[in-house]
């Protein structure tokens, strides 16, 4: 006998075909009655045409596979973002953390308290540095003025409920900000 060759009307029945394919003869008889691969209604299947539109199939499904892989990624890298943005805003609500521009807001604040001190001093010593007989008494009651004022910086204290109020008010201008920008 002579070898066959096959060609665009040679059909081979379901087990040969699924053979041929890769899958299980169940898997033949399911997708023919998708209508992904076409049958005579006898169990036969032209081979050409029958491999082809497997190839096809399996193509679409590897590209749905990839992309729903991709959204499922970046759906997992925005849910950790969130949760990110979730500890550092409750880290913030607890004084954990701050952020720089209330850190910059707060040493502005301390700058000015010692701006302040430093600025009353000659008003406050300008009569008594006036009464003192030598340059070295006027000197003496400068450096106590000077450690007065530095024993008063030391006392500074990091006050949490002061930062708490100034993030929530931060919090409030963002909120409005956002409101207004919306209308």
């Known amino acids: 006998m002579g070898e066959m060759t096959p060609n665009n009307d040679t059909t ?65 890298s925005m849910k950790k973002a969130k949760a990110i943005v979730a500890v550092l805003e409750a880290k913030e609500l607890q004084g954990k953390m701050h952020r720089s521009e209330d850190l910059a807001a707060f040493t502005e604040d301390l700058i000015f308290t010692i701006r302040g001190m430093l600025l009353a001093l000659p008003g406050r010593l300008a009569v008594d540095a006036a009464a003192t007989s030598t340059a070295a008494d006027a000197a003496e009651l400068i450096r106590q003025e000077v450690y007065k004022v530095m024993e008063e910086l030391s006392r500074y204290k990091y006050d949490a409920r002061k930062y708490e109020e100034r993030v929530r008010e931060r919090r409030k201008w963002d909120s409005d900000g956002a409101e207004s920008d919306d209308e």
């Open 12 to 76: 081979v029945k379901t087990t040969a075909l699924a053979a041929i394919v890769g899958v299980s003869a169940r898997r033949i008889q399911q997708l023919a009655q998708d209508g992904v691969l076409e049958s005579d209604g006898k169990g036969q299947f032209k081979l050409y045409d029958s491999v082809q539109r497997f190839i096809e199939m399996r193509s679409r499904e590897k590209e749905l596979t990839k992309s729903e892989k991709d959204r499922d990624e970046a759906e997992v």
